[in-house]
């Protein structure tokens, strides 16, 4: 008995002495980086090759955890709840802008809840058909579903996907509602786009590249400012008559309100150095995407984002009406 | 002569020592992860993907395999032994192979499971090595109207799950189907039956439903009886199949074979339905049906057989598209994307190596689980022998961690308590587990796909009966219900006098 309360005495003592001291020493201990997808998808991709360089860079192992469900607001309810002590960061994509409006209940304040780590990479995304479709390039496409409207079925991988929301912003630019199809994942909905059961989807590159390359799909356009390394011939949305479909699932680190400034500020200089690291760099690539510049992986980087981004799909959700709760 | 060189690149990749060993060390943790009830393989997986970064992107990959079959292996011991299903496939091993257990014969159960399992993985390795492209075709011509036929004759089938009151099975296929319903609808992401709790969002966690139901409810069983148990620890005889078992079991395992082969390639939730599937076939087949649900050798070794042969093909759609059929192959991908390999169409020809040594090794890792297994029944069997009071605390709390390891929420530990309840109550109203957790599998993709079809076909139902697969399958279905239907009727006309 004398034993463990000797050692609990020592546990709070330590407790409160880490407590007082932390921002010098973190971290201290391992950090778990919540990923709010299931294990094996883009994001979870991302986050994993992040939480590798990064842990080499700050001494302590990043433990990745999935936490998947609601679209990813189960998971970042979680990191919102969690203690604000930088033990535990949350990597999201693009979602964490985009329900805010889709989740008229969110259990968090999207601009309100979070402090801020910095951007990671901006993923392109990529208009694509099955192989056989009759358009040849973009504006043939444009034209032939305007014309073909009540044929055509567009795939996505589920409300609040990445897919889901490009193809509202096709929609929305060429200003024809179309037959939108659901999947349960980005993989069932390639499968039917590969076996020619559905016509068009816009999903990023993660997801398409290779499939475009061995030419079991067809590509249109890329929805980036340049061409891609990956996909050089593939024209961008800009250069192929559709400036405004210009858009990136956008990944940022978060962490709980009340992280202090110096824990999300050493976090950031190691995310930059990490976005720097050639691995990731040749990875990045192999997936189509290229990691942010040092300004944007900044706590001001990835706030400006997030507010931006609110703003820029609230009125397009609002349009089409779909919300996920 | 190709594919004979293709196999030598694929042996010699698979079968260099550090290989072999990273194949051994994932059949290992697989047969573990399959027996401690609840820790499925996505868990695990994505609990080492971190350890293969540091490691060959084949040898990696050889041992997340491993990992993978060896689960299936592990999976039927704990649902033979203890009534203790850890995913669907095992659902339908744990209903006759429970029984043969209770009556003394785990150790044949276990053998009957691992010798199909074994015969099932070499088939199906040689046609995916064969056949994977032609069969990727097939495959993907199944769109939505196929999936939902198909399933058709899954739910159809569903009947001869049960072995008493064909009433109660439909009940119970029809509360599953319910019980599938709970979460966000995904064509308008209307939130269902979630009671308004966030956790219920994505629907009920398939695994703590079936620990519930099975195995929890097989403790509380158990507890209130303690008798019925020591029956079948003193009863234990021979380890080993008899002669009369291998009799019955050869037809069963080359039937389970070719049907979980076939299922398996269709990346749409044809693996689901493999071990049902057989169940129901083999139980068709019988010349004595009533023995199925009281300790069948077929109703052991069909399914087991059709589960690993469907666990080995649902390679395919990944290794010729770079497309996951399930969660464990998500991760795979996964992991080759971190390894700098982004699998897509053309994985056999940019990564020959890669991909011939994953099929090689499927072969390998079968036979070192057969290997393996066998000599461990006797432990297996053992352990039944272990004081129930001491037991019972261990199989919770080994539950409750691999339920909570597949989505790290508490949530789901109060379900498995609560269906836990449920699944007591059943078994009190007599009123059989499997057919409830068939219609919670199929109840959400029967959904998925009929809506989805009638979407493309903009709302025209004849979509089901003009695509000729579709038909085809529709036309089996009837041909199902009508075989299973007429017995049923013939004896209620006999018995209909006798009191129950």
């Not at chain 1, 997808?37 to 090759?49: E, N, S, Y």
């Not at chain 1, 939480?51 to 990813?72: F, H, R």
């Not at chain 1, 800009?238 to 956008?250: D, F, K, R, T």
Request: with cysteine; aromatic share 8%.
């Amino acid at each position: 008995m004398r034993k463990i309360l000797i050692s609990l005495a020592a546990t709070a003592t330590f407790a409160l002495a880490s407590s007082t001291a932390f921002s010098q020493g973190y971290p201290e201990r391992n950090i778990t980086m919540v990923v709010p997808f299931a294990a094996g998808g883009p994001t979870d991709t991302v986050t994993r090759l992040v939480a590798e360089t990064m842990s080499k860079d700050l001494g302590q192992q990043i433990l990745v955890e999935n936490v998947g469900g609601a679209g990813g607001t189960l998971g970042a309810s979680q990191v919102a709840k969690a203690e604000a002590d930088g033990y535990t960061l949350l990597l999201h994509h693009i979602g964490m802008a985009t329900s805010a409006t889709l989740y008229r209940k969110l259990p968090y304040d999207t601009l309100n809840a979070f402090e801020y780590v910095g951007l990671v990479t901006d993923v392109p995304m990529t208009i694509v058909s099955k192989k056989d479709f009759e358009a040849k390039d973009l504006k043939g496409l444009v034209e032939y579903v305007k014309a073909n409207a009540d044929k055509i079925s567009l795939a996505n991988a589920g409300i609040g996907a990445a897919s889901h929301l490009c193809g509202m912003l096709f929609m929305n630019e060429i200003k024809v509602p179309l037959v939108t199809v659901p999947y349960k994942g980005t993989g069932p909905a390639m499968t039917d786009l590969l076996g020619g059961q559905v016509d068009l989807m816009c999903d990023q590159t993660t997801n398409t590249t290779k499939q475009i390359k061995g030419g079991t799909i067809k590509a249109y356009a890329v929805t980036s400012a340049k061409r891609l390394d990956a996909l050089p011939d593939v024209p961008t949305v800009e250069e192929a008559g559709l400036p405004g479909m210009q858009v990136g699932i956008w990944h940022g680190i978060y962490a709980p309100k009340g992280t202090p400034t110096e824990v999300t500020e050493k976090l950031s200089a190691s995310l930059q150095k990490a976005l720097k690291d050639p691995n990731i760099i040749a990875r990045f690539a192999e997936l189509g995407t290229v990691p942010v510049t040092d300004a944007e992986a900044t706590p001001a980087g990835l706030k400006s984002k997030l507010e931006s981004e609110v703003a820029r799909w609230k009125p397009i959700i609002e349009a089409a009406g779909q919300y996920a709760d | 002569m190709e594919l004979f060189n293709n196999l030598v690149l694929g042996f010699t990749t698979a079968g260099a020592p550090w290989n072999l060993f990273f194949c051994l060390v994932g059949v290992i943790l697989g047969t573990l992860i399959g027996v401690l009830p609840g820790i499925g393989a996505t868990a695990t997986i994505a609990m080492l993907l971190p350890i293969t970064f540091q490691l060959e992107p084949v040898s990696s990959l050889i041992m997340l395999a491993g990992i993978y079959y060896g689960a299936q292996y592990g999976g039927s011991t704990t649902a033979i032994l203890i009534n203790m299903p850890g995913e669907s496939s095992s659902a339908v091993t744990a209903i006759d192979g429970y029984q043969m257990a209770r009556k003394g014969r785990a150790g044949a159960a276990l053998a009957i499971a691992a010798i199909g399992s074994f015969f099932a993985g070499t088939v199906s390795t040689v046609l995916v090595a064969v056949f994977a492209p032609p069969l990727t075709a097939i495959a993907l011509k199944f769109g939505s109207a196929e999936y939902f036929s198909l399933m058709i004759v899954g739910l159809v089938s569903s009947i001869a799950l049960a072995h008493g009151s064909v009433v109660k099975a439909l009940g119970m296929v029809v509360l599953g189907l319910l019980l599938g319903l709970v979460g966000t609808d995904i064509y308008t992401g209307t939130p269902r039956f979630n009671l308004g709790i966030l956790e219920l969002s994505d629907g009920l966690n398939f695994v703590a439903l079936a620990v519930g139901v099975f195995g929890i409810a097989e403790i509380l069983r158990n507890l209130e009886n303690e008798h019925d148990r020591d029956v079948m620890i003193k009863k234990v005889t021979n380890l080993w199949p008899t002669k009369q078992d291998w009799k019955e079991m050869t037809a069963p395992i080359l039937r389970g074979t070719a049907i979980g082969s076939a299922l398996g390639i269709l990346p749409g939730g044809g693996a689901i339905l493999a071990s049902f599937a057989s169940y129901t076939v083999e139980k068709r087949m019988s010349k004595t049906p009533e023995e199925f649900g009281k300790g069948a050798v077929a109703g052991v070794a069909g399914p087991e057989s059709a589960n690993n042969a469907g666990a080995q093909t649902s390679f395919i759609p990944m290794l010729t598209l770079g497309i996951p059929a399930n969660p464990v192959m998500a991760l795979m991908i996964g992991a080759m994307i971190i390894q700098g390999i982004v699998p897509g169409p053309n994985v056999a020809t940019e990564q020959p190596a890669l991909f011939w040594g994953i099929i090689a090794s499927m072969w390998i890792g079968n036979l070192m689980l057969i290997l393996l297994n066998l000599p461990l029944i006797g432990l297996w069997v053992k352990l039944l022998t272990i004081p129930y009071y001491m037991l019972f605390p261990a199989i919770i709390a080994f539950c409750s961690i691999g339920v909570y390891s597949v989505n790290s929420n508490v949530f789901d530990l109060y379900a498995v308590a609560f269906f836990g309840l449920i699944g007591y109550v059943l078994a009190k109203l007599r009123c059989e587990p499997a057919p409830l957790l068939l219609g919670f599998v199929l109840g959400p993709l029967l959904e998925e796909h009929l809506r989805r079809a009638m979407i493309m076909s903009r709302g025209d139902a004849t979509t089901f009966v003009t695509r000729p697969i579709s038909l085809t399958l529709l036309l089996l279905a009837a041909a199902v219900l009508v075989v299973v239907l007429l017995p049923s009727i013939r004896k209620k006309r006999d018995e209909v006098f006798v009191e129950d």
